[in-house]
């Protein structure tokens, strides 16, 4: 995945500023059936930028796009492309400066993918003019760069969705537009398609575009958008970075939801998790040891940390990912130096904490020789649970040992998914506490 462009550090009061906007949202108000949907809007888009529109459904991202394309003529305010008033210009004019890619990917006639892109020349093409050299150009450079030159001829209504979602932004950019609009692009795709599709604007960003996306996904926008717009209620609730919009107080706002902000262990972005309504409460009790490593306890012990258990964790290496989210949430913690293996002095720390522990959960850890120590202690727990992501076969590396030991570790415990480990937590100590 892409790194996050370099001005994505634009100050929160002020996070599109920029000499000669290439979008500029003045006091935008739209009402649609005698209801507000966008109450005020304003905002500066620098040349350039990768925005996230984001917020819960009905929040005015689909509408916000329409009225920037000139589709929506909004009740008051202004919005000006490339210093022009959108809604003061023809339909073609409009078209020449923002381009749009719709949400959905389906197309109802089967026409041969290369006709579909040729359709984004019309806003530069007169009732009478005929197909020219630079036509053919920028459709041959549409589908060299969205990789779709491939499928020319076969009809569009017979590729996959992600191909189609690329055919579509192939006939956005053979509009050759300084502007482009996508609504919830990712929509629908499986996550190869998602990143793909994501990496490729990111690419036409980092060579000028200016791409406004409504984007579902918060942790997905997070990691490629430079800056990011959090709607609620028809307003701007927060603009700005993505460390500062994606706070746990702002989707608390936005969302009506809990969750835990923490940053990821390999990208480093920010990572958003939503915690279930059952832990918005933030009071259970009880201790909890954590084993992991490598960035795979970072999610258990930032989610069990938000809903008020006491963590131990470890034994982990000082260094790694897991022993700085253990730190982060004032977990117990027990290291070793980085890249040695759990001591025999590590291990009793560990068989300790987990007999302290009312419950102890198994990341989905990759297991080595090193590290075996930590399963064989947390096969002492009273009660113990396994969060699977992976086949362990994928995780082990300490042959006929580790598969002994986590199977005994499966016969014992409770194997559960990452959505289902605070939920299986809360029980069991529930049960611990009866005992």
Known sequence: MSEQHPDSSAEPSDPFSAAEPAIKLDEVSVSLGGQTILDGISADIGDGTFVGLIGPNGAGKTTLLRTLNGALAPDSGTVHVAGENIHALSSKAASRLVATVPQTTSV??????????????????????????????????????????????????????????????????????????????????????????????????????????????????????DVLILLADGRILSAGDPATVLSESNLRDAFDAEAVVSRHPVTG???????????????????????????????????????????????????DTDAEAARRVGADLVTVPPYAPVDDAARAAVESRVEDADVTVVADVEVGEGNLANLEAAASADYLVLVEERPFSERNFAGDAGCAVYERLRERGHVVEPAELLSVVGELACESFSD
């Open 269 to 319: 972005s920010v990572y958003v998790t939503a915690l279930p309504s059952s832990s918005t409460s933030a009071d259970a009790t009880g201790r909890v040891h954590v084993v992991g490593g490598g960035g795979t306890a970072a999610r258990p012990l930032h989610v069990l940390s938000a809903a008020g258990y006491a963590l131990s964790a470890g034994a982990l290496n000082e260094g």
């Open 108 to 225: 109802t006639f089967d026409f041969p993918v290369r006709e579909v892109v040729k359709m984004g020349r019309t806003p530069h093409r007169g009732r009478f003019d005929g197909w020219s050299a630079a036509d053919e150009d920028a459709v041959d450079a549409a589908m060299r760069r969205t990789s779709v030159a491939a499928l020319a001829d076969r009809p569009v209504t017979e590729i996959s969705g992600g191909e189609r979602q690329r055919v579509l932004i192939a006939r956005a950019l053979a509009q050759e537009t300084p502007t482009l609009l996508l609504d919830e692009p990712t929509a629908s795709l499986d996550i190869n398609h998602q990143v793909r599709t994501l990496e490729l604007v990111d690419d036409l960003v980092g060579d000028g575009t200016t791409a406004v996306a409504a984007i579902h996904d918060l942790n997905l926008a997070a990691h490629y958008c």
